[in-house]
C-alpha cells in the first residue's frame, strides 16, 4: 500500500506558481515573436524616411576653358559608396555656356538611357540608339525621347565651374 504524503493545498498552491509561471514565460515568448515580426515590418515601412539624397558639388572644369557659345564633354571621377566598398567611378557631363550662364546637360537619352553624341556642325545631340534628336538646351527635337536631357545645377566659383551629382 502506498502512502501519498502530498498535501492537496501543497499542490494547488505548486499549481498556481507554476502557472504563473508559465503564463509569464508565455507572455515574454510572445512579446518576443511579437517584436521578431513587427520590428523588420517597421524597419521596411521607415526606411525611405532614413535615406538621403547623396550627391556632392564637384569642380569640372576651369571656367576659362568653356568659351561662350560652346559645348564640351568632361569626365570626372566620383568617390561612391556602392553596396560594402567605396568605389571611384567615372561620370561624363556636357557642359554649354551662354549668355545665361552654364548649362550641364547629362547625356544619358531620356528615351532609354543610350548615350547621346553632340553634333557641333547641327548644334544637337543626337542618340545613336533610335534616334533622338535635342537642340543644344537638352529639349527635345525629334524621335521617341519622351522628355528632355536632364540636367545637373551648375555654379561657377573661384574660377571653376562646380557641378552638383547625385549618386
Request: contains cysteine; proline residues 7%; positive net charge.
Amino acid at each position: 500500500m502506498s502512502h501519498n504524503n502530498s498535501n492537496p493545498q501543497d499542490d494547488t498552491v505548486k499549481n498556481k506558481e507554476r502557472r504563473k509561471f508559465l503564463g509569464i514565460a508565455v507572455g515574454v515568448i510572445n512579446i518576443a515573436l511579437i517584436g521578431a515580426i513587427v520590428g523588420p515590418v517597421l524597419g521596411f515601412v521607415a526606411s525611405p524616411l532614413k535615406r538621403r539624397k547623396k550627391g556632392e558639388w564637384v569642380a569640372v572644369l576651369d571656367d576659362s576653358h568653356l568659351a561662350p557659345g560652346d559645348v564640351k564633354d568632361v569626365s570626372f571621377t566620383m568617390r561612391i559608396r556602392d553596396g560594402f566598398q567605396d568605389v571611384d567611378r567615372q561620370y561624363t557631363v556636357f557642359l554649354r555656356k551662354s549668355d545665361d550662364g552654364v548649362v550641364c546637360i547629362d547625356p544619358a537619352c531620356t528615351h532609354l538611357g543610350c548615350r547621346v553624341k553632340y553634333q557641333s556642325d547641327q548644334h544637337r545631340f543626337l542618340c545613336p540608339c533610335h534616334g533622338g534628336v535635342f537642340n543644344q538646351d537638352g529639349d527635345v527635337v525629334s524621335g521617341p525621347p519622351p522628355r528632355p536631357l536632364d540636367k545637373h545645377p551648375v555654379k561657377v566659383e573661384g574660377g571653376k565651374i562646380w557641378i552638383y551629382k547625385e549618386v
